[in-house]
């Protein structure tokens, strides 16, 4: 048995070559052949040398050992279907210029990308699914298109712009779409779509799908009637022109759909909650979720970062429960943390970490986490954490 330096262990996980004499358990994971521990066994070895969280193998790539309370604790890396898989709790992190290494992605279910500042599909965006096809993981876009087109045209998110003093997107958002819908917003839709797509038609078994999820327009609600009124009483400010009939946000939406299936036929796609929303009515999620067409909807998402592992709310600021949003919409929910605030990064968020968290955020319907700015082990901790997580999420039993 040794203890290995973690980026050397990190190394291990990702390239899956071994780091010692056994290479034949490495590929055993790489392929999920390998059997499963059922029953991981608490040593009597102390860690004294090492701190609590950190790990090391037993068996490279098969058996492994994590420090805790000062003691070994011996586990295996669980077979797990490569990827996003709905009937697991799933680990994602953020593409991240500062580290285009598989190191840091290989083990994990998804690689997420923030996407809508150009006009074409770019090669920050081609290099991310690169990776997530080199790693075995499903891309994740968060699809910003129409807020970013408004950056170009000099606006910025609202909290960011009321901070600053700028024109506000909650306030000139609902014309910018009225404006350039279909030349602009629309158009950059299927750029991405249609790149994206080229991107992997040959390195895509024919029998395979290619299922990237789309979450579509973080913040989308703000550009609505309905929110238009809300942010008034909240904050003194419209929509110039009033915000867009609640009911044209539904035919916007599928258009949006319409444009990346079109393309992608396989893609999944999430809508996004905007958790504040039902602050002020508690009939708000349903009346809202009411005006799109939720067959076209596999997952709903929550954006901004500040989702909470520990509590029964989904922000600390909104009232709006896991459990609420799952009961309305019966939909499997993807939260993101790791940023605040115009998209600053907050470091790895630990409670995410916490299995009984987990746990209590899947019987709520929470399907995945999105960590922005993900630690180094990552890869390594959800393999641990699914060695001992246990989820039972309704809609696998359809």
């Not at 050992?65 to 994602?92: A, H, I, M, Y």
């Not at 500062?98 to 279910?109: F, K």
């Not at 115009?342 to 630990?350: C, I, L, M, R, V």
Request: net charge negative.
């Amino acid at each position: 048995m040794k203890l290995i330096p973690l980026a050397l262990l990190f190394f291990c996980l990702a390239a899956m070559n071994g780091c010692g004499d056994d290479k034949s358990s490495v590929t055993q994971m790489e392929t999920g052949e390998n059997p499963e521990q059922d029953n991981p066994q608490e040593v009597s070895e102390p860690c004294a040398s090492a701190e609590d969280g950190t790990y090391r193998w037993v068996e490279e790539g098969v058996i492994f050992q994590v420090c805790e309370n000062g003691l070994w604790t011996t586990d295996s890396v669980k077979t797990v279907k490569r990827g996003f898989d709905p009937c697991k709790f799933n680990f994602g992190a953020a593409w991240q210029s500062s580290h285009e290494d598989s190191i840091y992605y290989a083990g994990l279910d998804y690689v997420s990308v923030w996407l809508g500042d150009n006009d074409w599909y770019n090669f920050f965006e081609q290099r991310m699914v690169e990776m997530s096809l080199q790693t075995h993981a499903t891309p994740m876009i968060y699809a910003y298109v129409i807020a970013e087109f408004g950056k170009d045209m000099g606006m910025d998110d609202c909290d960011v712009a009321r901070a600053r003093g700028k024109q506000s997107l909650c306030v000139y958002g609902a014309d910018l779409i009225r404006n350039n819908f279909a030349d602009s917003i629309l158009y950059r839709y299927q750029q991405y779509a249609k790149g994206m797509a080229r991107q992997v038609e040959y390195k895509i078994d024919s029998t395979e799908k290619f299922e990237p999820i789309w979450m579509i327009e973080p913040d989308f609600y703000q550009y609505s009637e309905m929110a238009s009124e809300q942010s008034v009483a909240n904050h003194g400010e419209e929509q110039q022109n009033g915000g867009i009939p609640d009911s044209m946000m539904g035919v916007y939406f599928k258009q949006i759909v319409d444009t990346i299936k079109a393309y992608l036929p396989d893609a999944k796609i999430a809508i996004d909650i905007s958790p504040w929303v039902s602050d002020k009515d508690s009939m708000g999620l349903e009346k809202w979720f009411s005006n799109f067409d939720m067959s076209l909807v596999d997952y709903v998402s929550t954006s901004g970062g500040r989702t909470l592992a520990n509590s029964e709310k989904i922000r600390s600021a909104n009232k709006l429960t896991w459990k609420k949003l799952y009961d309305t919409l019966k939909k499997p929910i993807l939260a993101d943390v790791g940023y605040s605030t115009g998209g600053k990064a907050t470091k790895h968020d630990t409670n995410w970490d916490d299995i009984s968290n987990l746990e209590a955020r899947a019987k709520d319907g929470v399907v995945g986490v999105m960590q922005m700015d993900a630690a180094l082990d990552y890869p390594l901790r959800a393999s641990y954490i699914r060695s001992r997580l246990q989820v039972d999420y309704p809609w696998c039993k359809e």
